[in-house]
């Protein structure tokens, strides 16, 4: 079982923005910048190829509500969506990456983005 379908069945822990019957959205573990998230499907898809365009739609649906909450509580200045397949996919889950862009910010550590994020 991938990493991902163990954060989906509650087997590894997350800090978790935001959750439906369809997607699950958290923050990376490793962050490229303050907010870095990934929005994954519940249902396992391993990537582009096979995943379903109802499911593919509510990603991105669900990409703008997490837009909005990176622009309100981080002050974000731009956003970068991010998927990989084949071999530059270290995950084989399908996920979506929404990576933040700052003019100039200092990196936090997730569980203060986490606080700020949910507070
Ligand atoms: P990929 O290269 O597959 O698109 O990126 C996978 C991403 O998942 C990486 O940014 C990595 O930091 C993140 N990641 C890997 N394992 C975990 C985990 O156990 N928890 C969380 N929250 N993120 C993870």
Do not use: A
Request: with cysteine.
């Amino acid at each position: 079982m991938d990493i991902f379908c163990k954060i989906i069945n509650g087997e590894i822990p997350s800090y978790k923005l935001y959750e439906d019957e369809i997607v699950l959205c958290f923050l990376d573990i490793n962050p490229d910048t303050n907010g870095h998230c990934l929005i994954i499907p519940k249902k396992h898809y391993t990537d582009i190829n096979d995943i379903d365009l109802d499911v593919l739609k509510h990603i991105f649906d669900v990409s703008k509500k997490i837009k909005k909450l990176l622009e309100d509580k981080l002050n974000i200045e731009g956003l970068t969506y991010i998927q990989n397949n084949g071999d530059v996919q270290e995950v084989k889950h399908f996920h979506l990456h929404l990576k933040p862009y700052y003019r100039n910010n200092e990196k936090k550590s997730v569980e203060e983005i986490y606080e700020i994020l949910t507070k």
